[in-house]
């Protein structure tokens, strides 16, 4: 799944699977200061997997189109509603 953002939040469905989906989005002007909630219950919460500071994301920089990628590897099951938020 593929989002392409030149916004500041972004929301994102993924329906189901099981073990660990990728979520990737694309064309971010910096890779730091976002944060990505998932929706529980009706209330947003923040998805901190972090051992030792940001295990389960990467940060990829490409040049060509001077902008970064973000990619969460998320435990997913069942359906789930996701959004990357800029502080």
């Known amino acids: 799944m593929r989002q392409y953002l030149r916004i500041a939040n ?11 989906t990728p979520i990737e989005f694309q064309g971010l002007t910096r890779y730091e200061g976002w944060r990505l909630e998932q929706l529980v219950e009706n ?23 001077s902008s970064y990628s973000l ?7 069942g359906t789930n509603e996701y959004r990357l938020i800029r502080d």
């Open 71 to 77: 990619i969460f590897n998320l435990h997913n099951r």
């Open 10 to 20: 972004v929301s994102v469905v993924d329906f189901g699977g099981l073990g660990y």
């Open 43 to 65: 209330t947003w919460q923040e998805i901190d997997q972090s051992v030792e500071g940001g295990d389960f994301w990467q940060a990829i920089y490409d040049e060509s189109q």
